[in-house]
């Protein structure tokens, strides 16, 4: 008789939630896709915007220039030059290993097991301040080996048809629906308890992120990947070579404004608490703007938003070189992340629809040689103009960058 229950139980659930995937349009697949991603997306952001912090105030850092600030920052740098150095190198490497020797499941899984091993030398550079060198090598490497099976993943399992901009919005609000509660969860454990217990966490919800995809999605064979052809043929091309650009941009932009944003957010508020509930904070009243922004480029519609989105996410730099009272760090990270999920919902879902035009696998491996490529160029540059200029003049520059992914809209709009 249980059994019986059982079953019918299993069935009436099956029938249901069959029916709410039927009627939302989103596959059974694409559902595992965004539930792995979810979860991940809440491991990370317990302690994603805490790393530079971290790494900042960690007190075992040798001191390498006479001005401690200067040399605290400097470390910070180098720390993300080594991860992005790490991105870099594996992106050149992995494509044939991810495609035909550990296929996509088993190079997710890789991923997070080196994302776990990560935190933990993170954990012991506490101590040991060398340690933190080889989390940036384990944490860059586990980039690849998650973002280029996730994204191919995506582009052939999520689409319900037409262009990637209600995926894209699902995609990111869920991202953002995981970053609500997450830094300000991590920003009070980590003022009552420190950061080790934030990064437990972390692998706790790292581990449970793996169980949708291995029991909902499927993988079929996949081909041989030449790299060095690839990029070869998309340089010959001088629409491809236009996006690619824009795509380097994105990737200086996100890596300095994720290195020096939070660094400014901690000398203004010094307080974990208060920049993990501003960063809730904003993130929640952006929620709505992200599934807006997905319909309004669905069908490839408003692309002057999106211009002058990007226009004014560049000026928002500007105030960062003259704010340090609470309330303008409150006001701009409120506008920042209002306007940049519009901004970035029409970046990603422009990236999607290249990658479907130029061919999906091979657009995204060299959208990740890009990418890190604009993050390691960006850091060093970063190293000169801390060297000779105040630090804040970090932020004109990114500005000045992130105009380049307008380059993608210009391609995507041809």
Known sequence: ???????????????????????????????????????????????GIFVPIYIFQNATKPVIVSDIFLSNLLWVVFYFLAYSFSMLISSLFLGNLIFNSLGFKRSIFLSILLLIFGILFLVFSEKVFLWSFLSAFLLGACVNFYWIPFHVFFIRKANQGGNYGKETSFQIFLGNLAGIVAPFIAGVVIYFSGFEKVFTISIAFLLVSL??????????????????????????????????????GAGV????????????????????????????????????????????????????????????????????????????????????????????????????????????????????VVLHLGRVLALLASLVLLLFFPWRTIFFLIGAISLLNLLVLKEHSA
């Open 211 to 248: 169980l949708p995809l291995f029991f909902f999605v499927s993988e079929g064979l996949h081909r041989n990947h030449d790299l060095k052809k690839i990029v070869s043929g998309f340089l010959k091309d001088r629409s491809s070579r236009r996006a690619l650009i824009g795509l380097a």
């Open 1 to 47: 008789m249980r059994i019986l229950i059982k079953f019918e139980a299993v069935v009436f659930e099956e029938k249901y939630f069959s029916r709410f995937l039927s009627i939302s349009g989103i596959s059974r697949e694409a559902l595992a896709l965004y539930s792995m991603h979810f979860l991940r997306n809440f491991a990370v952001g317990l302690f």
């Open 253 to 368: 932009e996100d890596t300095l404004f994720g290195v020096f944003w939070p660094i400014l957010l901690f000398l203004t508020l010094m307080d974990t608490i208060k920049i993990g509930a501003i960063t809730t904070i904003s993130t929640f009243l952006s929620m709505v703007v992200v599934l807006w922004a997905g319909m309004i480029f669905e069908g490839g519609k408003n692309k002057k938003l999106f211009e002058w989105s990007a226009i004014f996410n560049s000026l928002l730099y500007l105030p960062r070189f003259f704010i340090n009272f609470a309330s303008g760090i409150y006001v701009l990270d409120i506008l920042d992340k209002l306007n940049s999920k519009i901004y970035g919902v029409g970046l990603s879902s422009s990236t999607y629809d290249l990658a479907k035009r130029f061919g999906d696998s091979d657009f995204i491996l060299i959208r990740e």
